[in-house]
């Protein structure tokens, strides 16, 4: 669905709380990931969703569909309620095991698959590490909160040829990394 159904979901979403309720539905995944693909640790990520969901509904009525899509809105406020929490906590803070093995997993996934995943994820986070801030918010706005070159450009302010140019230099970058790794 285009953004236009979203802009306009947005403006009833003030009153309708199916419309706030289908918006959360079709968002929050992609909010998520990209919170999480920032902070490296879902307890963080929950907490900076919910954040950003709850500002999102205390601020839904100041949303205006002329200035910005509501997903470039939505990915700002994310934004910004990461930079929030990264301003209160220590970078060094350790894994926890629930990072590495979720006793909820299905059965069928079992620990040593749990494992060698969280071996791979950690691999990618540790080469998302070596890019600069810039090339890392454009990886996960994309891949993360699938977003496309347009919005990741009205989120970052940046040109879409340049978002485009950035991406493409990014993922050859990671794709050194990663055969380094």
Do not use: C
């Not at 992609?30 to 969901?53: E, W």
């Not at 939505?74 to 929030?84: E, P, T, V, Y």
């Not at 070159?149 to 950035?166: F, G, K």
């Amino acid at each position: 669905m285009a953004d236009n159904y979203y802009d306009t979901l947005a403006q009833r979403a003030t009153t309708d709380e199916e419309a706030f309720e289908e918006l959360y539905e079709h968002f929050f995944p992609r909010v998520y990931n990209f919170i999480y693909a920032r902070l490296k640790n879902s307890a963080d990520a929950d907490d900076v969703t919910s954040t950003t969901f709850m500002k999102m509904n205390e601020n839904l009525e100041s949303y205006n569909p002329e200035r910005a899509a509501f997903s470039t809105w939505l990915f700002r406020i994310a934004n910004n309620a990461i930079i929030d929490h990264t301003r209160h906590i220590d970078r060094n803070k350790e894994t926890e095991w629930e990072e590495f093995f979720d006793p909820a997993a299905p059965e069928h996934e079992e620990p040593e698959r749990q494992m060698i995943n969280s071996e791979v994820s950690r691999g990618l986070l540790a080469a998302l590490d070596k890019l600069n801030e810039r090339e890392r918010r454009i990886i996960e706005l994309r891949y993360w909160g699938e977003q496309d070159t347009r919005t990741i450009a009205e989120i970052l302010s940046m040109t879409e040829s340049n978002v485009r140019v950035t991406l493409h230099r990014t993922l050859g970058k990671l794709k050194n990394i990663l055969g380094e790794l």
